[in-house]
């Protein structure tokens, strides 16, 4: 249920209003919306969204990014870099990273519910990795559902990110961006779309 609602964000995300309606039709206050959406487009732009609801006594912080309906972000997929994680997808890890950790400051152990599609849900893995390794956010306070994830996060990072659930389709080529032999892997639990399941 919560991987369909993860879809519902992520294909609201690409246009403010749509996103805004659904985030009021959820309850959802404290809304932020990145500058990227009032500027031109480039291929640094990404499109991302905080928003806050009360649930009995917890809060639940939303990031919403978007992942498709663009012109000029493909371009930074194709900046892979020689080691570490995927330099295009960290460098928009790094245009989210200082707005949220502030944004998530602002809540008592809050729990985070993560959606991302195609280039942002590689983002969405490397933001888990840091907020994880700088424990930012408890993993039991963490829903991260990601689709179409292509390899963004370096494959010698061997810790476990069991909260993090990548929805692929292995006829969908993104979902092999970047090649293994690169260095590169997603975090997390991969579900195969159309397994025999």
Same mark, same amino acid.
Request: no cysteine.
């Given at each position: 249920?919560?991987?369909?609602?993860?879809?519902?964000?992520?294909?609201?995300?690409?246009?403010?209003?749509?996103?805004?309606?659904?985030?009021?039709?959820?309850?959802?206050?404290?809304?932020?919306?990145?500058?990227?959406?009032?500027?031109?487009?480039?291929?640094?732009?990404?499109?991302?969204?905080?928003?806050?609801?009360?649930?009995?006594?917890?809060?639940?912080?939303?990031?919403?990014?978007?992942?498709?309906?663009?012109?000029?972000?493909?371009? %930074?997929?194709?900046?892979?870099?020689?080691?570490? #994680?995927? /330099?295009?997808? &960290?460098?928009?890890?790094?245009? !989210?990273? $200082? +707005?949220?950790?502030?944004?998530?400051?602002?809540?008592?152990?809050?729990?985070?519910?993560?959606?991302?599609?195609?280039?942002?849900?590689?983002?969405?893995?490397?933001?888990?990795?840091?907020?994880?390794?700088?424990?930012?956010?408890?993993?039991?306070?963490?829903?991260?559902?990601?689709?179409?994830?292509?390899?963004?996060?370096?494959?010698? %990072?061997?810790?476990?990110?069991?909260?993090?659930? #990548?929805? /692929?389709?292995? &006829?969908?080529?993104?979902?092999? !961006?970047? $090649? +293994?032999?690169?260095?590169?892997?997603?975090?997390?639990?991969?579900?195969?779309?159309?397994?025999?399941?």
């Amino acid at each position: 249920e919560l991987a369909i609602e993860a879809m519902s964000f992520v294909v609201s995300a690409p246009d403010k209003d749509v996103l805004n309606g659904l985030y009021q039709y959820h309850s959802f206050d404290d809304i932020f919306y990145s500058a990227d959406y009032e500027q031109e487009e480039d291929k640094d732009t990404v499109l991302f969204s905080f928003a806050h609801k009360k649930i009995g006594n917890d809060d639940l912080v939303a990031l919403t990014m978007s992942g498709y309906k663009y012109s000029h972000q493909w371009e %930074n997929n194709l900046t892979i870099g020689k080691t570490g #994680n995927h /330099v295009g997808f &960290a460098s928009g890890a790094q245009k !989210v990273l $200082p +707005t949220l950790i502030q944004y998530l400051a602002k809540y008592n152990e809050p729990k985070v519910f993560v959606n991302g599609y195609s280039r942002t849900a590689a983002i969405a893995n490397i933001i888990t990795t840091y907020l994880f390794d700088n424990e930012l956010v408890d993993e039991a306070n963490y829903y991260a559902y990601l689709f179409e994830t292509p390899k963004g996060v370096s494959a010698s %990072n061997e810790k476990e990110y069991n909260s993090v659930f #990548n929805i /692929v389709n292995s &006829a969908d080529l993104v979902t092999y !961006v970047a $090649p +293994t032999e690169y260095g590169l892997k997603r975090i997390g639990k991969d579900i195969e779309l159309y397994s025999d399941k």
